[in-house]
């Protein structure tokens, strides 16, 4: 048994995750990580490097460049790529269409899992992502596996983007990147996106961000007692 507090959030893209487990860790005072942007700033730096990803001696040396960090500031995490800062780049178009692709490489997640495992070896934490359930932390106390319906996901990030000024994006496009990235995830042969069996579900198509946070504290305060703070 681990003596720190695991949370894992998975679940299809564009589901707000990232908004729950921000609001978690915040409410919990856990360490948020945020898995998806790790391999958004691999796939930045695939793209401004021009790594060809069908090579696989290309990608393994690339990944040998690649420092991640994350720092925290009011719970909203941010990424550095080798020191620099990309937590808004790694949300533009050109990453999102790239990503699926190279988080399917098996160097990649290998290398992912590995950094990600490390960092929650001791601490509480909440991560987010795709296979945190089912291969980062197959042992976290919590599980829960996250849906809405695309269209309201689509919607939902198109808002995002375009609250962020990106006037060449279009609902189409934003659902269409949603539905591929979707496919891509679940359909990969390296740990797809699956709802682990023990993970709980949680459809917020029709549900407030205070309501998701009720229902998954009320999942959390059970093992709050067992575990050291
Ligand atoms: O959570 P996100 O949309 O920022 O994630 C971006 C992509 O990264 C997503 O399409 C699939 C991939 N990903 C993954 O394969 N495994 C994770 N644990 C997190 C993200």
Redesign the pocket.
Known sequence: MRSNLVVAI?GY??CG??TLAKALAKHLGFIYI???????AV?LYFIRNHIDIADQAAVEDALQHIELNFHSRDYQSHILLNGEEVSEE??QMPV?EA??E???IKAV?HD?VKQ?QRMGRSKNIV??????GT??FKDAQVKLFMTADPKIRAERRYKELAAKGDETITLEDVFENLAH?DF??TT?KE?P?VRAEDAIILDNTDLTEAQQLQFAIEKIIPFLENTKH
């Open positions: 998975d893209s564009s995750k990232s945020d898995s998806g942007a790790m391999y958004r796939t790694i949300r999102s990503v699926s190279v988080s399917a997640r992912m990600q991560m987010d992502g795709r296979d945190i291969a980062v990235r891509a995830d990969r740990s996106l």
